[in-house]
């Protein structure tokens, strides 16, 4: 394996989209909801890379073992959630590293790159959300000093 001092983050490219598809199926096992992924991988270019894109996302990607090209390890994909209290913020819709690759700071590196971009983008903050039992995720991102709040509830109406 490649060191993970080697790993660079940068915006995700059209390109990337089959892995960064890959990785989400890994969460989905890893939160045992695969069958909950329905987007197909056009919409998600599209919706990403197409003229109207509704989503950005920094990837780490690693040097390919092979020694030719990269390969993607991780990525955080966020949009714009506009607060009528705060006004604009990201929001963080996953921040995924692959299995093997967790534990040696990948993680790290995209949220402070994601904290830098939002800074830089002058939103007035980040939000997200994170499932109760993921105990490693929840202590990931207590080391930013994040403040959980149990008053909201989660609500969602499919079409």
Do not use: C
């Amino acid at each position: 394996m490649v060191a993970a001092t080697a790993v660079k983050v940068r915006p995700a490219q059209r390109s990337d989209a089959a892995a960064m598809m890959s990785l989400i199926r890994e969460l989905a096992l890893y939160e045992k909801a695969p069958e909950q992924v329905t987007v197909t991988e056009d919409h998600f270019v599209e919706s990403g890379f197409g003229p109207q894109s509704v989503w950005w996302a920094l990837v780490a990607a690693a040097p390919d073992p092979g020694g030719e090209g990269e390969q993607i390890v991780g990525f955080a994909l966020y949009y714009v959630r506009y607060s009528t209290w705060k006004g604009q913020r990201m929001y963080l819709e996953d921040i995924i590293v692959t299995e093997a690759w967790r534990g040696k700071g990948i993680g790290s590196l995209l949220m402070d790159n994601l904290i830098a971009t939002a800074r830089e983008k002058q939103f007035s903050g980040m939000m997200w959300q994170v499932l109760d039992w993921n105990e490693p995720a929840i202590g990931f991102y207590r080391k930013y000093g994040v403040q959980f709040d149990p008053a909201w509830v989660n609500v969602s109406l499919e079409l």
